[in-house]
């Protein structure tokens, strides 16, 4: 039996990991905003704008980031923080595909990418040290740093299979999204013997 909690905590711990790179997507805007702003034929102003706005939504996203986790759990938060980034990056695609210039449009979608970012990333870091109350920092840091190694990692996947090819970067985005939620929402979880610090034990 504690063979099978070790593996799970193992399992949540590597599922965190990869929900992590999937959350520090929305940081890339820098490597597909050229393509973008120019295809809807916005101005460089504009670009800066929508910068501001995935900032916006990770960080007034925080708090009720936080409350969802508490009160749902980090599963159903992932499934939430992953579906805005899969409706973000779709909306995104066909906004591209389709030459929509529409900036509030934009702004909204990175705004969400950027609470599904902080949303999804918060539960990994729960989950993870949740799972190994006694070594917390240890646990923490693997989902903290594939969030920041995200952005550098895909900048990599992008430049080497995309190329200028903003479209494609964003549906792949989308899709990758999508498919690791479904994964992620079965594995990243507490398992029910670690929820809490054993007594005696700092926290």
Do not use: E
């Not at 693997?142 to 995200?150: D, H, K, M, R």
């Not at 690791?180 to 929402?185: F, V």
Request: aromatic share 12%; glycine share 12%; hydrophobic share 50%.
């Amino acid at each position: 039996m504690a063979g099978d909690h070790k593996y799970a905590r193992l399992v949540a711990l590597l599922a965190s990991m990869f929900v992590s790179l999937v959350a520090g997507t929305p940081y890339l805007y820098g490597v597909y905003s050229p393509q973008l702003v120019q295809r809807v034929g916005l101005s460089t102003s504009d670009a800066a704008t929508i910068s501001v706005a995935v900032n916006l939504g990770s960080g007034l996203g925080g708090l009720p980031a936080g409350l969802l986790i508490d009160w749902a759990g980090p599963q159903i938060a992932i499934m939430l923080g992953s579906l805005c980034i899969f409706l973000g990056y779709f909306a995104l695609n066909k906004i591209y595909v389709h030459a929509t210039s529409s900036l509030p449009l934009i702004c909204f979608l990175m705004a969400l990418m950027g609470f599904g970012s902080v949303t999804s990333f918060f539960s990994c870091l729960k989950a993870a040290q949740a799972n190994f109350p006694n070594h917390r920092g240890s646990a923490g840091a693997i989902p903290v740093g594939a969030y920041g190694l995200a952005a550098t990692l895909f900048s990599i996947v992008a430049a080497k299979f995309f190329g200028g090819d903003a479209g494609g970067l964003l549906a792949f985005l989308a899709y990758l999204c999508g498919s690791w939620r479904s994964w992620d929402l079965g594995s990243c979880t507490c398992t029910p013997d670690c929820r809490q610090s054993k007594p005696g034990r700092a926290r």
